[in-house]
């Protein structure tokens, strides 16, 4: 089999394999740190939010002891979902059957237990996720003997901090959701982990972000990988990109976490990408902004921002119909400018293994 270490990539049938996503699910999505929403979703107690981690549900509560707490979002009786979407509740009671959890997981109440010799509430309780926070931004690992979050962050959040930002000092401004894609979600990640493409496919973007070799970096780290473009001396576009943050930063954290930075004021997006199914791709952006930055730049950064995420729909779709049609074992990576990928695949690799 091809391997990523002589300059090839994963076989292509793994972009299209239903096994390969069962098994991905299961060694990756369930062991791994993912971001799940925003604090101020569950700022108050009893205040609660449901997310996927990679076909795993989970629900994150804000407990009446101010405790943030995440579990599987799925009922100890028969499986069913316990919540969906997101408010605030003094328990969870699953909609089947009633079934009701207190804030902290703990089965409250099953109808009719009485009559069950040797019915074991203790035992039922909503199984429990590991869930941390970096400023704004909340993280879920399905598996609750998961190493602390800054373990993986790493020097993540200082990166950040570099290009002028002040995460605490961000306010949240919107979700873009409901961003389906027709390809594997792996086709998604490493379009993200390389600008070798962008001069030709997002024109708009390259005149304003170098993207140059020598000028367009890019950093790896053990869990995540970092792009760093400088603003360039003749940029054109309706964007302005003239500000503190004079560079765009964009980070991948292990597994498929993407954070952007657009140079300019004050912003950040945040969002994961998400397999619905072995060629299909569910994605989310939370766009954040710093204090007192003025909303018509604000806007003109989103146009921008979605003319680039257009085109990279109809790159990523268009990739996915030749990764299918067979024939064709692997590719070909382009070294220094692709080692992003080389580094996710490896990750991927790895972990499978």
Avoid at 78 to 92: P, W
């Amino acid at each position: 089999m091809a391997t990523i270490a002589d300059g090839r990539t994963i076989p292509f049938d793994w972009y299209a394999d239903p096994a390969v996503l069962r098994l991905e699910r299961e060694r990756i999505f369930r062991r791994a740190w993912q971001y799940a929403g925003r604090a101020d979703q569950v700022a108050e107690p009893g205040s609660f939010f449901t997310c996927d981690l990679g076909g795993v549900p989970i629900v994150v509560v804000r407990g009446a002891d101010g405790e943030l707490r995440a579990f599987l979002n799925v009922c100890r009786h028969r499986g069913s979902l316990v919540c969906e979407g997101e408010g605030r509740r003094a328990s969870l009671q699953c909609p089947y059957h009633a079934w009701t959890y207190g804030l902290d997981g703990s089965l409250r109440a099953a109808p009719r237990s009485d009559l069950v010799p040797g019915f074991e509430r203790d035992e039922l309780g909503l199984l429990p996720a590991s869930v941390g926070a970096w400023g704004p931004f909340v993280f879920v690992n399905p598996d609750a003997g998961a190493a602390p979050l800054a373990e993986t962050l790493g020097e993540l959040p200082g990166l950040v901090a570099s290009a002028g930002l002040d995460v605490d000092a961000l306010r949240f401004h919107h979700r873009a959701a409901g961003l389906e894609y027709d390809a594997n979600w792996k086709v998604c990640a490493e379009n993200f982990l390389e600008c070798y493409h962008c001069q030709v496919a997002h024109p708009g973007f390259s005149k304003v972000v170098d993207v140059s070799v020598g000028a367009y970096v890019l950093y790896e780290s053990p869990t995540f990988s970092t792009q760093v473009g400088p603003v360039r001396e003749a940029w054109k576009g309706d964007f302005d990109p003239r500000g503190p943050v004079e560079r765009g930063q964009f980070h991948f954290l292990w597994p498929n976490v993407t954070i952007n930075v657009m140079p300019g004021h004050p912003n950040l997006s945040i969002g994961p990408i998400v397999p619905t199914g072995p060629e299909r791709t569910a994605r989310f952006l939370d766009y954040f902004v710093g204090p007192g930055v003025d909303e018509e730049w604000v806007r003109d950064m989103l146009e921008f921002d979605d003319q680039v995420g257009a085109e990279d729909r109809v790159l990523v779709e268009r990739v996915q119909k030749g990764l299918r049609a067979g024939g064709i074992e692997s590719g070909r990576l382009m070294g220094e400018s692709e080692k992003l990928i080389a580094h996710f695949q490896g990750l991927l690799v790895d972990a499978l293994a």
